[in-house]
């Protein structure tokens, strides 16, 4: 019974196991990385006070990313490295009462409008098509962006492809508030910057990283964006540019469920009912139809021991009896057959009394349930 109960278990567990190796296998969510519509935005980025007061900025065509660098002053969850890293690269010179407003990695947003202007006829100058890819790993998730980056130009050595990872409302541990809060920052270098070479990679953002810095897709799966910005020269030019903005909405759960997907718990499911009720099927028939045996001394006859069987709902028949050594049956045991409902007595005659315990092996077949060998032990009635 116990070989029977794991299997059902091992069974039921297997397209667990199948789902989560397909799981491993597959992202659970995807989202593509479309060309850009337009190209007159702009990026501003905000490092808040630490009273959460953000920059306020009603242009349109702008893209707003807040940056929080007090966690260790406030005991905020919210993650801070990337900020305070983010802080170093702009020489920004953070201040706790008042936030600042950097726009296209400029200071002065003017100086910014002023270098958009100078390459506003030439946009666009790269072009970028891939997807973001959702993976579960190790509890957590992973982010895996395989691209294809094309320069329409020839590019400075020094461009520099940021990842912004962000989420439009944020909540932290004592209730303060933000719109797009920057979670994770990755910049990457590794592609061709010759006009009309093609970069194919796979940039990612690790689950290790992830979790870090508090991203739970499971707990708060809506709400996230990527922001891709692509910063440098131009090939002749030494004015730093916001070459590239676009911001793509994560996907964090998938929109469909495959058929394959949908039906497989549904098996476990319904070949776990049939397995369980088989099995509580069999343990009920056993239990109304395997006989109650008892056993004990004749209180008359030396050296007799008398076996009381009582059926259930099932006819049976005892087809063999022997018992362990030392003790020896004085007489051959006869088959013999037993109606259901009905008890009977056997008395089993030895040739002499032992004084180690008496074990008898009783083989039945019970209509239905087969052939079983049930074991009975008796105390030895030498008194020592």
Same mark, same amino acid.
């Given at each position: 019974?116990? =070989? ?30 479309? $060309? *850009?519509?337009?190209?007159?935005? *702009?990026?501003?980025? &905000? ?7 953000? &920059? ?79 993976? /579960? !790993? ?7 962006? #395989? %691209? ?35 979670? !994770?920052?990755? #910049? ?21 990283? @992830? ?10 799966? +809506? ?9 440098? !020269? @131009? ?8 070459? +590239? @903005?676009?911001?793509? $909405? ?10 394959? /997907? ?6 476990? %499911?319904?070949?776990?009912?049939? *397995? %369980?009720?088989?099995? @509580? ?5 056993? !239990? ?7 056993? +004990? ?6 050296? &007799? ?16 009896? /022997? ?17 259901? =409902?009905?008890?009977?007595? %056997? $008395? ?37």
């Amino acid at each position: 019974m116990q =070989k029977m109960v794991l299997t059902v278990l091992l069974l039921l567990i297997s397209p667990a196991i199948m789902a989560a190796t397909a799981a491993d296998e597959k992202p659970i969510a995807s989202s593509k990385i479309g $060309e *850009v519509a337009t190209f007159d935005d *702009v990026l501003i980025e &905000c490092f808040v006070a630490i009273t959460t007061d953000d &920059c306020e900025d009603a242009s349109e065509n702008t893209v707003v990313l807040n940056w929080w660098a007090y966690s260790d002053e406030t005991n905020s969850n919210w993650p801070d490295d990337d900020a305070k890293a983010r802080a170093g690269e702009l020489f920004v010179n953070l201040t706790i009462d008042e936030s600042q407003m950097i726009t296209n990695e400029e200071i002065n947003a003017e100086m910014a409008n002023d270098n958009r202007n100078e390459i506003e006829d030439m946009l666009p100058v790269v072009r970028i098509v891939g997807e973001l890819n959702v993976y /579960e !790993e190790l509890g957590g998730h992973r982010i895996e962006i #395989p %691209i294809e980056m094309t320069p329409l130009v020839n590019l400075s050595d020094s461009t520099i492809m940021y990842i912004f990872l962000s989420k439009e409302y944020s909540i932290d541990d004592h209730n303060r508030r933000l719109t797009n809060l920057v979670y !994770e920052m990755k #910049p990457e270098f590794g592609f061709s910057n010759q006009a009309n070479n093609s970069t194919q990679t796979t940039w990612s953002l690790s689950e290790s990283h @992830l979790t870090a810095a508090g991203v739970d897709f499971a707990e708060s799966p +809506y709400g996230w964006s990527v922001t891709f910005a692509l910063f440098g !020269e @131009l090939e002749g030019s030494d004015t730093n540019q916001l070459l +590239y @903005l676009n911001q793509v $909405e994560l996907a964090t759960q998938p929109e469909n469920v495959e058929l394959n /997907e949908f039906l497989m718990p549904i098996f476990a %499911i319904v070949f776990g009912i049939i *397995v %369980i009720s088989t099995i @509580l099927g069999n343990m009920y028939r056993e !239990e109304h139809g395997m006989p109650i045996i008892s056993g +004990y001394w004749h209180r008359d006859k030396a050296n &007799c021991l008398v076996v009381e069987l009582t059926t259930k709902n099932r006819r049976m028949e005892i087809k063999s009896l /022997e018992v362990d050594g030392p003790w020896k049956l004085s007489t051959r045991f006869k088959s013999r057959f037993i109606e259901a =409902k009905k008890s009977t007595k %056997i $008395e089993l005659k030895f040739k002499q009394s032992e004084s180690t315990e008496c074990r008898i092996h009783i083989r039945l077949e019970v209509d239905e349930l087969g052939v079983w060998t049930q074991f009975l032990a008796i105390a030895s009635n030498v008194n020592k």
